[in-house]
């Protein structure tokens, strides 16, 4: 996905995700594939004892969703200012 000023946005992508789309996004971001990705995620998880998995989760809240403009991040520290 572009940005309006014609820069590369690092989005969760909804085509082709199998959970929150953050390897699809990531895939399209880098140009890859996203089975790769997907790949790289898991052998990651598996050597590291479950830290692919907390990155991925991380991720997913740290970037926003495609069509959106804040991540699920964003909106929890927004939510609490407005507190």
């Given amino acids: 996905m572009n940005g309006g000023n014609g820069t590369k946005v690092l989005v969760r992508d909804r085509k082709g995700r199998m959970v929150a789309g953050v390897c699809a996004g ?19 998880s598996v050597i590291t004892g479950g830290a692919g998995v907390l990155a991925y989760l991380a991720a997913w809240v740290i970037i926003p969703g495609e069509g959106e403009t ?11 200012q407005d507190a």
């Fill in 70 to 80: 804040t991540s699920i991040a964003q909106n929890l520290i927004g939510a609490k």
């Fill in 26 to 44: 990531v895939a399209r971001y880098f140009g890859l594939d996203v089975t790769l990705v997907r790949v790289i995620v898991a052998v990651v």
